[in-house]
């Protein structure tokens, strides 16, 4: 019996082995199928082996052994497929060795691997492949409950039933030897389990600490006194770049290196050192250090190693070995030395700077903190940087009162948009002295939430200086302009007025010597014209200063202009065409007739002038409203209001931007000298401010010019506007389509949302080429609204054009900045459509769509 529990004892430690083996190994590691197959046909071989040491006890010969333990956990460890493998080596040995298993026999193999198998389903804390108390104490309880049938069996349904007491014999012998065989069983695992645990861990830890080492370029050494080849690992061969391969097999396996090698490594310059303090340690005065020392690396690359390291020693004396690690800082070392560089360079730029560098934390706007400032501050403020530092405060109080309201503005707002800015003001230095500064600041947001403001600040007094001068020799340059022109002035009006003399004088003398008196009338009626003539020209030159003494009259603006018409075809070339547009119903005006007409002839021949003398030439009238808006965006000195305006447009080359704001100051001009005196447009403007109205110009290169004259309209008549204009309710404007043509952005959104309020499904392009692709695409829409200047190949006239080749009765109306495109020049434009000047009012506008939508409804 003693031979019995030996064998199953080490069948039983066989397989805590085999299982051991499996959860150890780094090959199935995280494969817990394979290994729970592998565990139950380690358990199965383990159960062939508690076969052959059985042993049969009672008259039944009943066969006894340590299977139970095994059976069990083969199905908790292993599985389904455990469970089977256990079960099927069991019985394949019985049928192998010849010995036939009885019904209990079987009963027993396949129901306790069962057992196992169920318990493993127990909801636990511990994670597979751990055995819970919990789960021991199920599968035991489990174990007594399947003797239930071997007892039942053996009692009542056997061929030979035997009694009762030995039944209980034979329950007992198994319950005790299958209990004891769990138990045994368990505990091996347990340990197997723990074990293997342990080592996972160990491996798993040591291939961590490789990982590490190998990712953070250290290297670890050990070397015992006296030895002349201390331990490197691939590290430290690594960082050294030595080449194992030149080395014997012995010295690979064991990691050693000749100390000579890695000593001829060593910079020179450090060697004495790293010499010294091996001395120390050998000789036990120096236990622990570190320290940095450069290597030549046999590639020829210089390195530097930073190494720290112990002494061990026994009993606390002279120490028999060394060990620690060593660590490639180069790469740290050089982001260093290339920081210092930086630091070094941005010093001297500070330095060389006409300025300063300034950084504040404006993370709290109430307690702002200065950073820092460059110390050449003093030479700008008189003060020193630390000054700034103790007192922040003095970089406002020697700010231009005057600015620095503006000046924070423009901060906050930098600091909302999170955009560079820049600003120029002045300080008043320490000692009095009057300077400029020029401020470029950005903000910057840290990763912790501080709000930091960087500037630079130069300074710009020299600067500001010489563009003093330069606008004050502008100034010098602009009045002998100014002079010589009224020189030019001069000339000319005096051989106007001598002429106007000549008359006089000489019509008086014929008058003094009496002869022909049937000429006295015609003579008088000359020299009162000259006199006149006279009288005109003084009150030109008065209309000048804006102080001439004008007679206002109540005047018909298209009146005047049909009757200029008549005498402008004598003073104007064959190769100028004159059109004229006058709306019917024009208010009326109060106006001096004499300057308007000077204000009209003037316009007239400048467009002339512009145009070569040859082009088209267009006079156009108009009743419209001012409103603040308008004055507000124009800065005009006006009253809202009605005006009539007055408008001469020609197809000349137009006027550059950039002169553009001042061709109405006195003697400028782009004529030849002796062509122009550069008095007429200030002239007109003069006339037009002391009417009380205005002069807008309108220019584009390459298209030409309009100039716009404003009339106050007299007061007590009738506004034929007010009375006319055909809005469609809300519900007859809903669902017409609306294709809107215009290339000015904000004039585009603008018109978008007027009409999609007023109830148009509105389609916006910008091109009359975007247009026509569009109303091609989907010749639903009900009106066109376009500009008639865009870019592209299409203009509003030849939009309109193309489209009613196809479309004819298309209603279209047409925008317009310039009166002569207004006109039908036979260019695609019906004298039925309606044509707005710019600005366009949102009531004249919708009056227009409505006028429209009354021909769609027509059609």
Known sequence: MFAFFLQSLISLSLAGVLVFVTLASE??????????????????????????????????????????????????????????????????????????????????????????????????????????????????????????????????????????????????????????????????????????????????????LDLAMQMSGMGRFRRNKGDPRPFFDAGMMQIYGLDASAYSEQERQQGLVPIKDWESLVFPADFPAIKAEAERVWSGKQLVGRGEFRIRRPDGALRTIRAVWSSNSKNGGIPTSVSGMHLDLTDTREAEKQYRATQGRLAMIADELPGIVLEIDLTDEVDRKLLYISPKCSEIWGVTDQEFYENPGLLSKMHDPADIASFMELINQGRRTGAPFAHRYKITARDGTIRWLDFHGSFAIEEDGQTLLRAVQLDA???????RQMQQEREIARRAQKFESIGQLTGGVAHDFNNLLAVILGNLELLRDGEEPEKHAQMIDAAIAASLRGADLTKNMLSFARQAPLTPVRLDLNDVVREAKNWMGRALPESVRVETSLLAGLWAIDADRSSLESALLNLTLNARDAMG???????????????????????????????????????????????LPSIFEPFFTTKPPGVGSGLGLSMTLGFMRQSGGTVQVYSEVGEGTTFKLYFPAAALQSDPVAKSPPVLAGNEVAGRRLLLAEDEEGVRNTLVTILERAGYQVTATGSG???FATFVSD????????????????????????????????????????????TVHGNGLRPEDIRLMKPVQRADLLAALAKGSQQVKRL
């Not at 007094?461 to 563009?467: F, P």
């Not at 088209?616 to 004055?631: F, G, Q, S």
């Not at 865009?790 to 193309?802: R, S, V």
């Open 779 to 822: 010749p639903t829409f009900d009106l066109l609204l376009t500009d008639i200047v865009m870019p592209g190949q299409l203009q509003g006239t030849t939009l309109a054009k193309e489209l009613r080749q196809r479309w004819p009765d298309l209603p279209v109306i047409f925008m317009s900045g310039y009166a002569s495109e207004a």
């Open 613 to 659: 003398g040859r082009g088209n030439l267009t006079i156009e009238t108009a009743n419209v409203r001012i409103d603040e808006e308008y004055i507000e965006t124009r800065h005009e000195e006006l009253t809202p209001g009605r005006y009539v305006m007055l408008a001469v447009s020609d197809t000349g080359g137009g006027v550059a931007e950039e002169i």
């Open 461 to 467: 007094t020299h600067q500001v200086e010489i563009q």
């Open 769 to 771: 080429d975007e247009a």
């Open 27 to 208: 090959t199935l590691r995280g494969q817990q199928q394979k290994q729970k197959a592998l565990i139950g046909l380690f358990i199965g071989v383990t159960v062939i082996s508690l076969s052959m040491t059985s042993v049969t006890v009672g008259p039944e010969k009943t066969v006894m052994n340590a299977m139970s333990g095994p059976l069990l956990f083969a199905g908790y460890l292993g599985g389904p497929i455990g469970a089977v493998f256990a079960g099927l080596c069991a019985i394949l040995y019985r049928i192998a060795v010849g010995d036939p298993m009885p019904a209990l026999g079987l009963y027993m193999v396949l129901a306790i691997p069962a057992l196992g198998l169920a318990a493993s389903y127990l909801k636990t804390r511990h994670p597979w492949p751990k055995i819970s108390r919990r789960a021991m104490t199920v599968m035991l309880i489990g174990y007594a409950a399947v003797f239930v049938v071997p007892i039942l069996y053996m009692t009542y349904f056997a061929t030979s039933p035997l009694p009762p007491v030995e039944v209980a014999k034979i329950v007992l012998v198994f319950g005790f030897t299958g209990s004891l065989s769990i138990l045994v069983t368990w505990k091996i695992l347990k340990f197997a389990i723990r074990l293997a645990e342990k080592i996972s861990t160990s491996n798993e830890l040591a291939k961590n």
